[in-house]
C-alpha cells in the first residue's frame, strides 16, 4: 500500500469526516448550507438548479451566506461546498455550469460518469480547487487518475442512486495498492460508527446521502422521507432501468408507480440523456434513490441534528476501540 499523501487543505479541519453527496432534485441550498454550518462538505449537482441562470445565483447565496456565518462564529468548522459536475456528452450544459462554477471558485468538483477532462481539471487547479471522481470499479479509477484528477469517490454496493456492486471492502483495498490519494467512500454509511469503519478500511471520508434525504432540509416529498424511514435494505432494488445506470431505490416507489420490482426491464445504456436534467427529475420525481442504508434511519431530523449525532457515535466508537481522541 502506497504512504498516504497529504489530505488537501480545503479538506481538513472538518467537524467530521464526512462528504454529503449531490442528490439529484433533493440536494438545494437550504440542505447544503445546514450541512457546511454543521462542519462537514456539502454538495448539490449542478443540473438541480434550473434554469441554467439559477446555478449563479445558488453559488452567490451559499458563498454569502456561508462567509457572514464564518465570521459570526470564528471558532467553528465551517465545511466547504462542492458541485457535482455530470460528465457526459449529452449534458449541453456542462460547459456553462463549469465556467460559472470557476468564475464563484467553487473549491471542490465532484465529477460522474466519465473522467473530467484536462481542461476542466486545470481551471480548478486554477485558483486551488480540486476535483474528485465517482468510481465504481478499478478501470473506472484508474482512467480518473491517468486524467489528473485529485481524489476518488468509491460508489461501493449499496450506496443510494446510482451505485457499484463491489464490497467497500474489496474496492478500497484494491485502489490503495496504487494510489495514495484521498478517499471517500460510499455505501450504506448512515451513522458515525461506519464512518469510523470508512476510515479503518483505508478510505480518508465517508460520502453520505441517503441519511440527508431523512431531513428536515432536503428538498424531498415527506412520502419519500418517511419511505425511508420505514424501509429496510431490503426493500432496496438494483435496476438501470430509470436512468440507463444501475443505481438503488426503493421498492415503495416502484410499486407505487405500476411497475414490478422483481420484474423489470433493462435499460439501453446508449439512450442515457443529460440534456437539461428535467426528463431525469420527472423520473426521479415518483421513483426514489435510496441506499441499504435506510433500515438505519428512523426519524427525520435536522441536517445539524444528523451530524451531531453521528459525531457522538463517532467518538464513542473510536473509545470503544481505545483510540485516541
Known sequence: MPAAKLIPPVLQNLALPVIASPMFI????????????????????????????????WLTQIQAELANFKAANPGKPVGPIAVNQIVHASN??????????????????????????????????????IVLHDVINIRHAEKAIEAGVDGLILVAAGAGGHAGTLSPFALVGEVRKFFDGPIALSGSIATGEAVLAAQAMGADFAYVGTRFIASQEAHAALEYKQSITSSAASDIIYTNLF???????????????????????????????????????????????AGQGVGQIEDIPTAGEIVARMKSEYDAARARLGLVA
Open 92 to 129: 449541453a450544459r456542462l460547459e456553462h455550469d463549469v465556467k460559472v462554477c470557476v468564475e464563484h471558485k467553487v473549491p471542490i468538483f465532484i465529477t460522474s460518469l466519465r473522467a473530467p477532462p484536462k481542461e476542466m481539471i486545470d481551471a480548478v487547479h486554477s485558483y486551488g480547487g
Open 26 to 57: 433533493v440536494s438545494y441550498p437550504e440542505l447544503v448550507l445546514a450541512q457546511c454550518k454543521a462542519g462537514i462538505v456539502g454538495s448539490f449537482p449542478a443540473l438541480n438548479a434550473r434554469p441554467a441562470e439559477l446555478l449563479d445565483e
Open 243 to 289: 436512468t440507463g445506470v444501475h443505481g438503488n431505490y426503493i421498492r415503495e416507489s416502484i410499486v407505487n408507480s405500476g411497475l414490478d420490482p422483481e420484474n423489470l426491464p433493462v435499460a439501453d445504456k446508449s439512450k442515457m440523456d443529460f440534456s437539461s436534467g428535467s426528463s431525469k427529475a420527472k423520473a426521479w420525481k415518483d421513483i426514489w434513490g
